[in-house]
């Protein structure tokens, strides 16, 4: 059974490119882990969240790639600099 993620994340207008950019260094770590599925970075249109999404073969490969992420600042919950609200994050199970 495989293990994701999708979180919203709400960057101030003004730091929305620089939210991004920090979101696809932390992407690019993710794909270098043992386990890892997938990951994306999103917007929605209207640029008020930017959504990232993760897939790995399990909840124990997830949690190693995390900490990779954590040594870049991402972490699943809090709020950074740039964010103007706690962003939002589910885990998910494959069915």
Do not use: I, K, N
């Not at 386990?35 to 008020?48: E, I, K, N, Q």
């Not at 972490?75 to 706690?86: A, C, F, K, N, Q």
């Not at 939002?88 to 069915?95: A, N």
């Amino acid at each position: 059974m495989s293990f994701g993620f999708v979180a919203f994340h709400y960057p101030a207008p003004e730091h929305v490119e620089e939210f991004v950019g920090q979101c696809h260094q932390v992407a690019e770590a993710t794909r270098t882990q043992p386990g890892f599925l997938s990951v994306g970075v999103w917007a929605t249109p209207d640029g008020a969240a930017v959504v990232t999404t993760g897939a790995f073969e399990s909840e124990e490969t997830f949690r190693a790639a995390a900490d990779v992420a954590g040594a870049l600042g991402a972490t699943p919950d809090g709020l950074s600099d740039l964010e103007v609200r706690p962003r939002e994050v589910h885990f998910l199970l494959s069915r």
